[in-house]
């Protein structure tokens, strides 16, 4: 450090501890673990960079250990602009944007959509620099049944297949029924919506947000529950890559950033495609470790130390034909990749600070291909190559892009690089569980450790694995009764037990069930589905009073959960409590307007009053 930078130094400590630097009066009203980041961004300020004290941190001491130490992408562009310029233009830049007059301009503000299988009319609409949604339906003689229009208020997604829609009811942040499709150029039902009518219900949840957002703010187990603001960055930026940067910003401004943030070039292999795979690979179950968040994650540690990723072992009689979100285990199952020794990583084809047009593609990633292979390594004659459209397209030939079915008007790149489009999976492929754990792949487990999992991780992953696969239901249960006398009072230990009494079918099956479910509730069950299976057992055990009391708290917990209010509904007008049941089905009307069940509750009580439909 020169002697004017330490001269600078003494003299923004002076001027720091007399409170006149820029945001020293914010400063006082900051709580104690959180002032230490204040003092770097005051010091910071002194010197003359512009960097913004957080609101989130100067209005409350809300956040948790896991946002300490992020400022934004916006600070780090005033050392790395033309990388922030570049990265801002990328999908990963424009994950998620507020609505904008330059937005509206890009997309039809104007759109009637009918479902007949559903019975719904969903249109979209534009004004005053806003976006609408509306679903409705209507009666054989024209006239609504119901309608319900609200104002989108973020787009999640960059376009490149489409964008959805959020709207925000008080704390609680939900997705719109309809999205945007890029490749045909119009609105239609949102991904999922094909199986039901959600309305603007369906809960935006941390496991979703948490990939398309930069620092979303959702509440764990929070049903769509946000902190406010919902978002200190709407995009997916820098510190999701390079972890927070308030230290780098400090070391850099002292003379020596040197190893004072996340280098993903800079990473082995294996880290560098943590950060990737945290996002860019979904499989069979993905379990955040005890006491974790999503935000616990850092660039440059191991992913499988906050996030565990499993997948059902396949057989060459059940090879995987679906590779949407499945990214790194394509590539780890390519020749490129097993050839290199693992030393083949995504950011060796990508440079997350630029992405190139569709134009620039094609020669964009044949000089990847290059950096490895020379232009005899391919087959066919550069004559044949020359003459195809695009020319000489390494990537088009070896990671064709293919329709995804799962969404409509989409299409995907086939990570995995193959010679000839049929080309079977390697050996390797059908020998990737361990000894510590033969029945499941535990992909994000380090290959030069392959640790069996936690018993608890165990648990939550044959949980949701049994999902699709019932075989592994057995194992739920075994791994349940394992924790049973170490962790009596673990949600998800009681919800596995409950599970498993159940199945007897019997009375003392449904007692066990009952008390499980009660405890997992004492305990902070928020699960709507807790509350709706230990309200049915006790309908079952003829205890409706009390059944309506769990769904009661059950409401409390998730206020957007419809099935709650029906059944709830429902067992007070069987209780003949009909102020009750009137009561919930009009909250729950007002809700959920288009759901049919509910409207059929309310149409009762207004028949027994003798108003009518």
């Known amino acids: 450090m020169g002697q004017g930078e330490a001269g600078g130094v003494e003299a923004s400590a002076s001027v720091m501890k007399s409170a006149n630097c820029a945001g020293g009066k914010r400063l006082r009203a900051i709580p104690g673990r959180m002032a230490w980041m204040a003092q770097v961004l005051m010091l910071l300020a002194c010197f003359g960079f512009q960097t913004e004290l957080p609101e989130t941190i100067a209005s409350a001491d809300q956040n948790s250990a896991a946002d300490a130490g992020y400022v934004g992408s916006k600070a780090c562009s005033q050392c790395h602009r033309s990388i922030y310029e570049s990265f801002s233009r990328t999908d990963m830049g424009r994950s998620m944007s507020e609505i904008t007059p330059t937005l509206l301009e890009r997309i039809p503000t104007s759109a009637s959509i009918v479902d007949s299988r559903l019975n719904r009319h969903f ?182 130390d906050t996030l565990s990723i499993f997948l059902v072992p396949f057989s060459r009689q059940s090879a995987p034909k679906d590779d949407l979100l499945e990214h790194y285990l394509s590539m780890r199952l390519s020749q490129c990749y097993l050839k290199s020794g693992g030393r083949l990583g995504c950011i060796s084809c990508h440079d997350p600070h630029l992405q190139p047009s569709p134009q620039e593609a094609p020669a964009f990633f044949r000089r990847k291909c290059l950096a490895c292979h020379t232009e005899k390594s391919c087959a066919v004659p550069l004559s044949l190559r020359s003459h195809k459209t695009p020319p000489d397209d390494c990537a088009g030939c070896h990671m064709p892009k293919r329709d995804v079915m799962v969404i409509s008007h989409s299409v995907l790149t086939n990570h995995r690089i193959v010679a000839e489009a049929e080309e079977p999976f390697p050996e390797v492929a059908f020998h990737m569980t ?51 006398a170490a962790q009596p009072d673990n949600v998800q230990v009681l919800e596995a037990l409950a599970n498993k009494a159940i199945q007897g079918k019997n009375a003392e099956g449904s007692e066990q069930a009952i008390r ?55 067992i007070d007008f069987a209780l003949d409590k009909m102020q009750e049941a009137c009561e919930v089905a009009s909250q729950g009307g007002q809700r959920f307007p288009q759901d049919d069940a509910i409207r059929a509750l309310r149409n009762r009580c207004a028949t027994a009053s003798g108003t009518g439909p």
């Open 123 to 304: 249109e979209i609409s534009g004004r005053d620099n806003n976006l609408y949604q509306s679903e409705y339906a209507t009666q054989s003689d024209g006239k609504d049944v119901f309608r319900e229009t609200r104002k989108l208020d973020w787009i999640i997604g960059s376009g490149a297949n489409g964008s959805g829609a959020i709207v925000k009811q008080n704390d609680f942040l939900f997705e719109a029924p309809l999205s945007f499709y890029t490749k045909p150029q119009r609105w239609a039902l949102s991904p999922g919506y094909e199986f039901g009518d959600y309305g603007f219900n369906r809960p935006v949840l941390p496991a979703c947000i948490s990939c398309h957002s930069g620092q979303p703010r959702p509440v764990l187990d929070g049903n769509g529950r946000f902190q406010e603001p919902p978002f200190v960055e709407l995009a997916i930026g820098c510190e999701n890559c390079h972890g927070p940067g308030l230290s780098h910003i400090a070391a850099a401004h002292m003379g020596d950033p040197t190893d004072s943030i996340a280098n993903p070039g800079k990473l082995s292999p294996w880290l560098a495609d943590n950060i990737c795979m945290s996002c860019h690979q979904t499989g069979d179950a993905r379990v955040l470790r005890a006491g974790k968040t999503y935000r616990d994650f850092r660039p440059g540690a191991e992913l499988n």
């Open 434 to 484: 361990t000894p510590q754990l033969p029945d499941l792949v535990q992909l994000s487990a380090n290959p030069a450790k392959q640790d069996a999992p936690e018993p608890l991780t165990l648990l939550q992953a044959y949980g949701q694995v049994m999902l699709a696969h019932p075989e592994y239901r057995a194992r739920y249960w075994s791994v349940a009764e394992q924790l049973k």
């Open 516 to 570: 499980y479910l009660e405890d997992a509730i004492l305990h902070g069950a928020t699960n709507p589905a807790d509350f709706e299976e230990l309200a049915e057992l006790l309908v079952a055990s003829k205890r409706q009073t009390e059944a309506v009391d769990v769904l009661r708290q059950g409401m409390q917990l998730a206020p957007y959960h419809a099935e709650l209010y029906r059944l709830s509904a429902t």
